[in-house]
């Protein structure tokens, strides 16, 4: 079975700042993809950012990017020039075809 | 296009009831996939359906079940209801089956609370 940890319950980073979000897996599969989604207070889940394992280049996506250590099965999230609309929950996941795991979350507060 | 609409979006149950939760995906995804969100488990694959079957289901008592209709929307029932229940439940579509390759769109969820 597939597992990801998120080492960081809560986060706070100044607007225009940058801040990094950790996240580490665990899995057995050859072929999987990891995302980044983001859960606002409203609720509404949406994908930040995908990467696919078989691929070296890390994602990007705007002010959004991630640093992908297959290696070391690490793939952290950055967001650079944060905004007030940033703050959310982040929620680190691995997924393949039978599998779905996600991390527990990390509380990001971005403080004008 | 409409984004995935979950009904009803709160619910409020006793013990030992049952209880359905609807999804209806976006239009032309064919695949959806169901969670459970709670504070102190996180986010928890319940299972994932694809043309009206089951492909894969997480690691929950029978007591959850699910269905999708051959319009690709699914429901999920909870009988005998328990106040560990209690949770927002997440619904996801996707192009096809396997949530690797397809992005997941996520509902607003149905926020149940089991008295």
């Known amino acids: 079975a597939q597992t990801v940890t998120q080492s960081q319950p809560e986060m706070s980073v100044q607007e225009a700042e940058t801040v990094t979000l950790s996240c580490t897996y665990d899995?057995?599969?050859?072929?999987?993809?990891l995302f980044w989604y983001k859960q606002p207070p409203s609720r509404q889940m949406i994908l930040v950012i995908r990467?696919?394992?078989?691929?070296?280049q890390n994602a990007t996506e705007n002010r959004f990017s991630v640093n992908f250590q297959k290696a070391a099965k690490s793939f952290s999230l950055k967001i650079s020039d944060s905004q007030l609309g940033d703050t959310a929950m982040y929620f680190c996941?691995?997924?393949?075809?039978?599998?779905?795991?996600f991390g527990a979350g990390t509380r990001l507060t971005v403080k004008p | 296009k409409a984004g995935v609409t979950q009904t009803p979006r709160y619910l409020i149950k006793t013990r030992g009831q049952q209880v359905t939760l609807s999804c209806s995906p976006i239009?032309?995804?064919?695949?959806v996939s169901w969670y459970q969100q709670t504070p102190g488990q996180g986010l928890q694959f319940l299972f994932e359906?694809?043309?009206?079957?089951?492909?894969n289901k997480g690691n929950f008592p029978g007591r959850f079940s699910g269905r999708q209709f051959s319009n690709s929307r699914s429901e999920m029932n909870v009988s005998t209801l328990e106040l560990g229940d209690s949770a927002l439940y997440l619904c996801?579509?996707?192009?096809?089956?396997?949530?690797?390759?397809?992005?997941?769109?996520f509902g607003a969820g149905s926020r149940l609370t089991v008295l």
């Open positions: 990467q696919e394992a078989y691929k070296q």
């Open positions: 239009s032309g995804h064919r695949s």
């Open positions: 359906y694809f043309s009206e079957t089951q492909r």
């Open positions: 996941a691995c997924h393949n075809n039978n599998d779905m795991r």
């Open positions: 996801a579509s996707s192009l096809n089956a396997g949530a690797g390759a397809n992005v997941l769109t």
């Open positions: 899995t057995s599969e050859n072929n999987y993809y």
